[in-house]
């Protein structure tokens, strides 16, 4: 049985219009029996609660990925970020900036993709996202085009350090962080909150814990054998998927064994040798440098590169599986689906 792993601080929510106080928990390790969630209010004109999503995680439909039904004014939203700032919202965000692929999927996954008005250069889901303005990446945000496109609100990454200049220019941010399972689910919530969507923000967790137990469950009951030892590279740089990482969370609960130690954190860089040292049954890598394994020093003689017991997987595929948000099963089923084609 997999621990569950501490979930981040549960964020204090108040409004102004009443004596309103919420405080959200995040269920992490714990699969929700699946139940239908109530309609949100106010605002029940929004699209259906993504709970009834089937399994493949299908892009929003139309309507939701372009719905422009009239936020409700319920008073301020006072809310605590990833980087510990407490952030006072006037009215829900009507125009959205978000400069990270897992919270654009999770805006859209909450059936709230019309208020996006960009998206960084790497969000391509659902569909509809790639028709609007790109403000930079990660590592290299466009001030001046986000400052041009007047968001209320501008969603990015804990890593990134602009939010002091974003503030300076008028413009509020709000940072999350994704790279644990819990971290997901913590950031669905809170953006649950924000846009006033808490009920479809439940219901999407509970979907995505109970595929991912089922997936699991599945998995480890088809398997014949000890758990594989595994190697996920996420980057060539090289960084692996820890245990403490999503990623990692997923493997584990298919009942693989990671290679990489739990104190190096979520996605640590390493040195080939490490992996060569460890000498995993399954490596998961890009199809780009899938066939130059051996050059790598050490690694002609690991068993998955002996054995050809390799994971790639498409972009469209690998995406569901790196980007860290809504899409969480359809990426472990990808997984798993190798694990049972390549493991011994």
Known sequence: MIPAAAS???PRVSRSSGALTAVCGIAFGI?????????DTPGSSHAPSSATAPSSS???SAAAATSSAPVPYLGPIVVRDDVHREITLAHSPRRIISLLPPLTETVCALGECGRLVATDRYSDWPESVKALPKTGGLDDPLIEAIVRLHPDLVLLSSSQR???RLRELGIESFALDT???AHVSHAITL???ILEVPARAAALNRRID???REIGEQAIAQRRGPPPAVYFEVDPGPYAAGPESFIGELLARLGT?????ADLGPFPKHNPEYVARRNPDVIFVSPADAPHLADRPGWSQIRAVREQRLCSFPPQVHDTIVHGGPRLPEGMRAIAACLARVAP
């Open 8 to 10: 981040p601080a549960a």
């Open 31 to 39: 699969a929700a029996a699946f139940v239908d969630a109530a309609p």
């Open 58 to 60: 299908p892009a929003p």
């Open 162 to 164: 602009i939010t002091g």
């Open 179 to 181: 790279q644990t399972y």
């Open 191 to 193: 953006i649950g909150t």
């Open 210 to 212: 109970e595929e991912v």
């Open 257 to 261: 064994r990671n290679i990489v130690e």
